[in-house]
């Protein structure tokens, strides 16, 4: 596997992230990068990420930070990971596994402070929840509904070792 790497989106990732490709089944748990990117202008506590390899974009997500994430968490100090995906055509290599174990130190790195990384998956997307499970993350019961069903909200604890 090629070695994959985390960085901020930029302007000249806007045509490769607005190339991305999604099958029906995966698009009705994520919004596609458009539709996020729209939301990070309007709100400067959310932050375009891009996941790459070979130093091109093959993946995307958003974290978020501030109060805006209270539906999704009471501490005040954790980052909220949205709308992971990676692009159809390079699935199944094991690019969003690989950024999912890299988040946690980013997170460390450029959010002071933060001490936790929440998220919630859709109850119906199973392939999703094995990836967050498998990278650390924790179900502790807690559950919301959001525009598509019910999510589980998934916690990742930051430990000192990686501040």
Same mark, same amino acid.
């Given at each position: ?18 190339? !991305? ?39 995307? !997500? ?74 650390? !993350? ?17 916690? !990742? ?7």
């Amino acid at each position: 596997m090629s070695d994959v790497k985390l960085r901020a989106y930029h302007d000249v990732d806007t045509k490769a992230v607005a190339a !991305f490709l999604l099958s029906a089944d995966q698009l009705q748990f994520t919004a596609m990068p458009g539709d996020s990117l729209a939301l990070c202008q309007e709100d400067d506590s959310r932050h375009p990420m891009v996941i790459c390899t070979e130093d091109k974009p093959v993946g995307f !997500f958003v974290l978020h930070d501030g109060p805006g994430i209270a539906p999704f968490s009471e501490n005040p100090n954790a980052v909220l990971l949205r709308g992971l995906l990676v692009d159809q055509r390079h699935q199944g290599k094991g690019y969003a596994y690989r950024a999912m174990t890299l988040v946690p130190d980013w997170v460390s790195r450029n959010f002071p402070g933060a001490d936790e990384i929440v998220l919630a998956v859709n109850k119906g997307n199973l392939l999703a929840q094995r990836l967050y499970l498998k990278c650390g !993350f924790e179900d502790r019961g807690n559950r919301r509904m959001g525009q598509k069903g019910e999510q589980l909200l998934l916690h !990742f604890k930051l430990d000192e070792r990686q501040e």
